[in-house]
Structures are given as C-alpha cells and as structure tokens.
C-alpha cells in the first residue's frame, strides 16, 4: 500500500513562546533540521495560528500572557478533532502537579528548557512515528468502514432478489404460524410453503450450515427447485431427491442443508414427513396426546443421488392436529448465564400449554423468557401447520408465474408410458406441464391437475392393475387394496397408459380434449351406478370411488369408449373468467 | 492445544482428539491434523471424549476428514461422545456416515 504521507517529509511545526530569545532559538534549531516553523508569542495567536496552518506537531509553552499553554492545549485539541496532532510541553516548571496539569489538558510530552537539540531532534522524531502510526490506522479504518459500508449496500440489494427467489409462498395461510430471526442480512434457515395443484400443501424448512452470504447462496436453488417442483405437482420425495442432487453437486464437502418436507393432504386427513438432521418435530392431537417425529436422514447435499433416501413417513392426522417443526436455533437458545434452551425446553413449554393457548405460542414465549435480553445465537425458526378441512382451505394465493412467452393454442399431443415405467414413473407433472404452456389455463392447473390425476389413476389401478375398488371400503381393505398395488406394480409387462391431450381455441376461450386409454380390459360402464345416474354423491358415491364423480362436476363432459378404458374428457375454459381473474390479481 | 493427534499402537491408526468446544474455530488445526500426517495411516478415530460441544460445522469438518479418508471406503470412527454431543450427530444420523462408539 502507498504510504500517504512519508516518514522522512519536511514537519509543519508551530512553536508558541513568550519570550523572544528562547523563541528564536527554537525556531532556528528547528529550522536547521529542515522543519517548516510557524511561531506564535502567546496561546491567542497559537490558536489562531494552528487554525491558518494547520500544522503536524505543536511545541507550546506552559505559561504566556493572554492565553495560558493549557487553554490553548486544550483548544488546540478540541479543533484537531479526530487528526492525532502531537502536543509537546516547553516548561521550566518541575513540580508534578504542574506536569500532570499540562497533560490533562491535552499535553502528550515535555521539554525542559534549556533546549538540547539531540532531544528535541528525538521527540519530533519519536512523536512524528507515532502520528504516522495513528494516520495510517485511521486511513484503514476509513476504508474498512467504506468497504464494510458497500458491502452492506451489495448485500441489500442481493437480499432483495434474494427475497424474491425465496419468497415466503403461501405462508401466510390460515393454518400456518411461524417464525423466522434472520441473524444477518441473509438467514441460514429457509421456510417455504405452498399449495399443490392437487390440493393439500408442501412445506420446506431447512437449515444451512453457516449463515450469510454462503447459506443464502445455497438456499437460493432450493427456493426454485421448491417452488418449481411444487406447482407442477411433483411431490414432496421427488422434490427432495433433486434438492438433494442439486446441493450435493454445487456445495462444498461440509456444507449441506439440515431440513425437512411437509406433504399435507387435507382430503386423505394425513401428513407425509422427510426429516434430515432437524430437532425432532411434534404432531399434537387435538386432544393434547403428542407424536414424536425424530429425524431419520442425513442432511440434504451430503450423500450421493444413489444412496440418496427421499422415503417419507406417512402419518394419520386429523383436523385440528397440529405439527411443530423447529430449526437449532430453537435448541440452542442460550441465557445469560450460558445455559442453553434445549429440547428439554421445548417439551417443558409443550407440557405447560395453558388452556386455549397454542402451542407454538408457547414455545416462543418460553424461549423468548429464557433468553430474555440476549441475542439470538444462530438462526431461530420454528414453525406450525394445523391439519383444516379441505373447504376452509381455499385462499391460498397463486404465485405460479407466467411465462413471458405466449403460450400455444392449438395443438394435439400423445404421450405414452409403457412397461416397467409405469411402475416407477408419474407423467403427470410432465402433461401438467405442457398444459400450462397454454396461458389460459394456468389459473386452473388445480382443476386440470386432478383431471389428469383421477384419469390416471383409474387407468393405472382399475385398468392395468385390476384392482377393484370396492377393497378401500373397509379399513382391512384398505391396507390389502396398497399392498397389492405395490405389489402388482411389478408385473406391468405389455401394459401401456396412453394419453392424448388436443388443446383448441373457441370464440370465446378454449377447449381441452384428454382421451386417458389403458390396456387393461376395461369396465361395465353402462350399468355404472355414478355414471348412469345424474343424482349427486349419495348412494352412488358408495360403489364407485369419488374419482368418477369429480372428473363429471369439472368437465363439460366424460365418455366412455370401447370396453370402458378408453375415456375421452372435455374441458372448456374462457376468457371472460381469466380476464376477471386478472384484473383482481392486479388489485391485490 | 485443543486438537490433538498421535499414532495407534498398531502405528496405521491416527487418533485425533479435540478439547472443549468443536466447531468452526477449529477448522484449520482439524484440518491439519489429519492432512500433514504421515503416509501409511489407514484407519481414523476421532477421541471427542474431552469435547464438550459440536456444532453444524463440525459435522461438515467430519464429512471433510471422510471424504480425505477416502469417501464411502474411509473408515473412521468417533469415540467417548458426551450425551449432547452423541445427541447432535444422531439427530443428523451421521451412524449412517460414522462408526460412532
């Protein structure tokens, strides 16, 4: 680095004095050293002098007329500020007491009169070090502050897309509670949440080792892969293999994600749980009985997609049971006395919840009161989803983004997945996908969704399985009904599920034709109670599975073709309906 | 010295053992402890019986030593945990990475 100002320079000196002689020979000795001398024959005219001339070091008499050598100190220090101007005594004196005084006011040195020029020549020297000393650090910690200062500047704007990638989701829901400390400009927690087009919710909280700019730059994929995945109805094991993949690939060895995916069905009254190195979470029954959910994986980033465990638990939850999941920071909450929360901590609040209290309320109030004015050590986030009835479910917002890019209108596809693919691939986020190329249909990729899934679905377990469905009635059944499914998902040979989807433009919007064919042998369609009948759920709903009765409610029509596995569905939508949904988007 | 290391009786063991609190301050002397060793070391264990906490970046400063020691064929295990620092890698189930003893 260049040194601003160089050892060796020429000094502005400013000597103060009284007396003529002793001023003059100072001025000259100094003068003789190569030094630039101002002189002034009393404190007024050394104040106003070091005001003109602002000069390096001062040399300054202790007693002169009009103004003493402490007041001038003293102002002449007061006005130098933050620049370090040495201020060396000239005195006579020798008692302590009027030594001690002319430091306090401000006096870094003394010289005796006499002068001895080889120790005047060794103070200026020695105090001229110590100025450049404190120049230079001064200097430095105006850049650090600069850099420090930009740094900050960078970082908000980064934060900004940052937010923007990893926005929140539909974690304002109704359902929903949670919290979130970020501990610097970028959290290492993340917490994202949102609607699957087949109804129900994903939720990701994760945790990165580290935080800053490091984890922020980790959670960013996370966010798209998240939110990607999610509303093209991926679910959540798919989702986190490819988190996995994708951290594993672009993080450092010792760098990964502790987290955790949420897959709520608010219809099948269940949760599906992945928990990577996460604090066991809680599911608390309505009637306060708690459920441990501990961790069974590995982080996310640390092992490679073949060794990869995306398997989710599945667990029954009813309306009103909640599910509490918690960063380490909620563990590791400390006191002042050093003592940390603990998942004693946790269980200790759980176990005193006062009646009508929530229990994430409970938790935060007790960590809140046991760290009392410290601050957070890490990232805390804590977080609680309550099982709802799938109708008071309905205000999630719709974050899915539009392409820039006009989607096609007409055009006809046929997809065909065949042999073992049927038992180890779902098309539906990839027919999902290319139905919502069609701008029109975007705000109804939940209908659209379940269209497919239903047609799907019937064709894979009725059609190629052969399971019947009367099985899931009991409960007995149910378990025998999945059991051979998984099972005969192993003998698929020779079987086929072929879709064929023709999207047209009409007058007034478009229209969605989805032929679903399976080589199964097909069904008796036309004694079918749901299908023969116009009567809604009722006695009909108890045969036949509620899969028929949604596909006939969301679409203008469904025939069946041939033998019964060859079902053709239409689905009108128009403009006027896009049109108002929009204009209340653009209101929100 | 908060990290320490010396050599198994059988002289192709290297034992490295960490006082007081494993994290991210002792990333480098971790690092050294194991990467300027000697040739010919084949097994790692790693003595956290004088360790009285481990934090999330310990636990990636063991995927590390894993990883030198060779990924999936490294063998390395970690001894005398305390009960919070045993409870720290079983919540990130690192059994499954770790012999743990």
Redesign the interface.
């Known amino acids: 680095m260049e040194e601003p100002v160089a050892e060796n320079r020429l000094l502005r000196i400013l000597i103060a004095d009284d007396s003529d002689s002793d001023r003059l020979i100072l001025k000259t000795m100094l003068k003789r050293l190569g030094h630039e001398v101002f002189d002034a024959a009393n404190g007024l005219e050394a104040v106003a002098l070091f005001r003109d001339t602002a000069p390096d070091i001062v040399l300054l008499d202790a007693l002169m007329p009009r103004m003493d050598g402490m007041e001038a100190a003293r102002q002449i220090k007061t006005r130098a500020g933050q620049r370090m101007v040495p201020l060396i005594f000239l005195t006579s004196l020798s008692e302590a007491d009027a030594l001690a005084r002319c430091l306090e006011a401000g006096g870094d040195d003394f010289l005796s009169k006499p002068y001895n020029r080889v120790i005047i020549e060794a103070k200026i020297n020695a105090f001229n070090r110590m100025r450049l000393m404190h120049q230079a650090l001064s200097d430095q910690r105006d850049m650090i502050g600069a850099r420090n200062q930009q740094l900050l500047e960078e970082q908000e704007v980064a934060k900004r897309v940052f937010d923007n990638v990893a926005h929140p989701g539909c974690l304002d829901a109704a359902n929903i509670r949670y919290h979130a400390s970020p501990l610097s400009v970028f959290n290492g927690d993340v917490l994202f949440a949102s609607p699957r087009p087949a109804g129900g919710m994903l939720v990701f909280i994760g945790d990165f080792t580290g935080h800053g700019l490091p984890a922020a730059i980790g959670a960013m994929p996370v966010a798209e892969i998240f939110y990607g995945m999610a509303s093209k109805g991926f679910d959540g094991a798919d989702i986190l293999r490819e988190i996995n993949q994708k951290l594993k690939r672009i993080l450092p060895t010792g760098m990964f994600c502790c987290g955790a995916m949420i897959e709520a069905d608010f219809k099948l009254n269940q949760l599906q749980i992945w928990s990577g190195g996460l604090p066991d979470g809680w599911l608390i029954r309505s009637n306060g009985e708690r459920l441990v959910l501990p961790s069974r994986h590995l982080p996310l980033g640390i092992l490679p997609p073949d060794q990869f465990d995306a398997g989710m638990d599945t667990i029954g939850a009813m309306p009103g049971n909640r599910l509490l999941m918690m960063t380490d920071g909620v563990l590791e909450s400390g006191n002042a006395a050093g003592e940390v929360f603990g998942e004693a901590g946790v269980i200790h609040a759980l176990d005193s919840v006062h009646p009508g209290q929530h229990q994430f309320d409970a938790v935060i109030d007790a960590v809140h009161r046991f760290t009392g004015s410290q601050k957070d050590g890490d990232d805390v986030t804590l977080l609680s989803l309550e099982m709802v009835d799938e109708a008071g479910f309905s205000a999630v917002p719709d974050r899915a983004m539009p392409s820039a890019l006009a989607g096609p209108t007409e055009w006809r596809c046929v997809y065909e997945i065949r042999e073992q693919t049927l038992g180890d691939f779902s098309p539906l986020p990839l027919l999902l996908h290319i139905c919502m190329e069609v701008p029109g249909l975007r705000r109804k990729s939940g209908e659209i969704y379940t269209l497919l899934a239903e047609l799907y679905n019937n064709a894979l377990e009725h059609g190629v399985l052969e399971l019947p469905s009367e099985w899931k009635h009991t409960s007995d059944g149910f378990d025998r009904y999945y059991e051979e499914r998984r099972r005969r998902l192993g003998r698929t040979e020779g079987h086929f599920i072929r879709f064929s989807l023709h999207h047209s433009m009409k007058p007034s919007g478009g229209r969605l034709r989805v032929t679903c064919e399976d080589s199964g042998p097909g069904f008796d369609f036309r004694n079918h109670p749901v299908l023969v009948s116009d009567k809604e759920p009722g006695a009909a709903a108890r045969y036949a599975g509620r899969g028929l009765l949604l596909l006939k409610r969301l679409s203008e029509s469904v025939t069946f073709h041939r033998q019964g596995n060859h079902v053709e569905i239409i689905y009108d939508w128009d403009f006027s309906g896009i049109a108002s949904e929009q204009g209340a988007t653009v209101q929100s | 010295m908060p990290i320490q290391t010396r050599r198994g009786e059988d002289s192709q063991t290297l034992i490295i053992s960490i006082e007081g609190r494993f994290d991210?301050s002792t990333h480098q002397a971790f690092r050294d402890a194991y990467e300027h060793g000697d040739q010919g070391i084949r097994y790692y264990i790693v003595d956290l019986s004088e360790t009285t906490y481990l934090d999330?970046?310990a636990?990636?400063?063991l995927?590390?030593l894993r990883?030198y020691a060779g990924g999936d064929s490294a063998r390395i295990s970690i001894e005398n945990c305390n009960n919070d620092v045993r409870r720290i890698l079983s919540?990130?189930?690192?059994e499954?990475?770790f012999a743990i003893r």
């Open positions: 991210f999330s970046s636990l990636g400063m995927l590390l990883d919540i990130s189930n690192f499954q990475l």
